[in-house]
């Protein structure tokens, strides 16, 4: 059997590794834009947990390939009628061990308790 190189501008899959880019390395394999447990916009999320205010469970549909993961996050956190801006910072914690399911995460204000931000943000990367 000969092997030769294959070509492409682009690759459609519905299902499979090409649907979660676990097939591409260096590249978000899930990220999330949420409200609570709304989801606003996602890629390889199938819901959120609110766990208490300010404590979520991302649960991916597709589990990541191991645990060995990284996340980087942020979130906006309203006081009254004005935004406090985006802090980059607040999205960090993890709350438990991540597992290649679901990511249990804890937003914080800059006083280090547990906030309900009206918008937060995650991405997930994993080889």
């Known amino acids: 059997m000969a092997y030769g190189t294959l070509q492409t501008d682009v690759i459609n899959s519905s299902t499979g590794l090409f649907s979660t880019n676990n097939a591409y390395s260096g590249i978000a394999k899930a990220w999330v ?10 890629f390889n ?24 993961y990284a996340m980087a996050g942020a979130a906006q956190i309203d006081t009254g009628n004005t935004a406090a801006g985006l802090l980059a910072v607040t ?3 993890w ?3 991540p597992s290649t399911t679901a990511l249990r995460i804890s937003v914080v204000s800059s006083a280090n308790s547990a ?3 009206s918008l937060a943000t995650v991405a997930v990367f994993s080889s």
Do not use: K, L
């Not at 834009?33 to 996602?42: E, H, K, L, P, R």
């Not at 999320?45 to 060995?68: K, L």
């Open 45 to 68: 999320v199938s819901s959120i947990t609110v766990n208490a205010a300010g404590d979520y469970t991302i649960n991916f549909t597709t589990a990541m390939p191991n645990a060995n």
């Open 33 to 42: 834009a949420f409200t609570g447990s709304t989801i606003n916009g996602s």
């Open 91 to 93: 999205i960090g914690r």
């Open 115 to 117: 906030t309900a931000p």
């Open 95 to 97: 709350t438990s061990n």
